[in-house]
């Protein structure tokens, strides 16, 4: 029978052993993140504010970076399994939070147009009816078994986590992703292609969670790289964006069939090319800075 605790019950059954003060940062951050999710849960089951839907989303993408972060921490079947729930999860709200981003900005272009006016607003009818099924899906997910399953199992993680190895270097994991983060960007060609850039996205973000685990020990060289990180995670985040909203672009408008529809789908385009561009080189001007203090902050690990 699936016993499901109250917040409540999961504080008081904490029971980490003495010792280990990477294992008590680890478990620190994974009940920092169950409660964010419980926190948004009323507003995603709502569907009244996207913010909420964003903030389950970030809380599920920091459950799963950490516990991949440090997976050889924890039993290895217990960390694979709720990191491939986090994913469906992950998955299931992001889809209605990147349609969300995408009808906000798209609503922002359109406003001053005075031609196509009509296939514009064809084309965020639609998309807004995609958002509605999408949030729809985000909703069903969360009163789902699922993920009253994928709860509990992280609230017993964090009350007894499963550890099989308590002498894991923190620095020493935020060394490693950064090491990954600086091959990713060596390895990309003079022109990197959309899904290039995304790949690095990632490992930005990977870099950036791992050093947030690693942040008491190292200080403030962490911290710095923190915030740097957060930066180029920005910029290659509005590159992405905006590629998504080219596809979708296209796609909506081409089924519309409405007078200039084929001009809007055209000048939005346009916009969406002169975005990533922009990002581009902002994520150039950005990455020396994250590596010099990426290099600083890690040298010893």
Do not use: C, N
Request: proline share 5%.
């Amino acid at each position: 029978m699936l016993r499901i605790m109250t917040p409540e019950q999961a504080v008081e059954e904490v029971a980490i052993a003495p010792g280990g003060e990477a294992r008590e940062r680890v478990i620190t951050l994974l009940r920092e993140q169950i409660d964010a999710l419980r926190d948004a849960e009323p507003g995603v089951r709502l569907g009244r504010d996207p913010e909420e839907i964003h903030k389950m989303r970030t809380a599920v993408r920091r459950l799963r970076a950490v516990l991949g972060a440090v997976r050889d921490m924890f039993e290895p079947r217990w960390v694979g399994h709720l990191r491939k729930e986090l994913e469906w999860l992950g998955e299931t709200l992001g889809a209605r939070r990147d349609l969300d981003v995408l009808y906000e900005h798209l609503q922002a272009e359109v406003a001053p147009l005075r031609a196509g006016r009509v296939a514009a607003r064809e084309m965020l009818e639609r998309l807004d009816r995609q958002r509605v099924r999408a949030g729809e899906r985000a909703r069903d997910a969360v009163e789902g078994p699922r993920y009253a399953r994928l709860l509990e199992r992280l609230r017993e993680g964090a009350a007894h986590p499963p550890v099989v190895d308590s002498d894991v270097s923190l620095p020493g994991v935020a060394a490693r992703a950064f090491r990954k983060l600086r091959k990713a960007v060596a390895d990309l060609p003079e022109k990197p292609a959309d899904a290039e850039l995304h790949k690095v996205r990632i490992r930005v973000k990977r870099a950036r969670y791992a050093a947030e685990l690693a942040e008491p020990m190292a200080g403030k060289p962490a911290q710095r790289f923190i915030k740097r990180a957060k930066k180029l995670q920005d910029a290659l985040g509005k590159h992405q964006d905006a590629a998504v909203a080219e596809q979708r672009v296209r796609r909506l408008l081409r089924a519309v069939r409405r007078p200039l529809a084929d001009a809007v789908s055209r000048r939005l385009v346009d916009k969406q090319r002169a975005r990533r561009q922009e990002a581009r080189a902002d994520f150039l001007d950005a990455w020396p800075g994250l590596e010099r203090r990426g290099r600083k902050a890690w040298r010893t690990a």
